[in-house]
Structure formats: C-alpha cells, structure tokens
C-alpha cells in the first residue's frame, strides 16, 4: 500500500476552503450509537479477553449520547 501525498499552499488556502458548505450527517445517528453500545456491552460478557475494553467503550460511548 502506498501513501498518498497531499500538497496545499498554505498561504492562500485556508483549513476551511477544502469542505463543502452542506450540512454533514453524523457518524452514526443516536438508535446506531445506543445499538452499538448493546452490542459492546453483549461482547463485554461474553468475550473474557476482550470485554473490559468493550464494556468501557460502551460507557465512553454512553457518556456522549443526549439523553432520551
């Protein structure tokens, strides 16, 4: 796999020229973000290795999303 370089001319572009003036959806909606820390907390109980990094994702998680 190969790096991709980028060049901008930082004294006549700025930061902002590069996005589009659209609303942006969010990375996951809130019903994905609450399906998703189930399934976090699912693995948390069922996966030994691996389940306090899920069980502590999903409270990162957790912590993010506006109440209901």
Do not use: C, F, K, N
């Amino acid at each position: 796999m190969s790096a991709v370089e980028v060049s901008v001319d930082h004294d006549t572009e700025s930061a902002t020229d590069a996005y589009p003036d659209e609303p942006r959806l969010a990375l996951l909606t809130a019903a994905e973000a609450r399906e998703t820390i189930e399934h976090l907390r699912l693995l948390e109980r069922l996966d030994p290795a691996h389940g306090q990094a899920a069980g502590q994702l999903a409270a990162d998680l957790a912590r993010r999303l506006p109440t209901p």
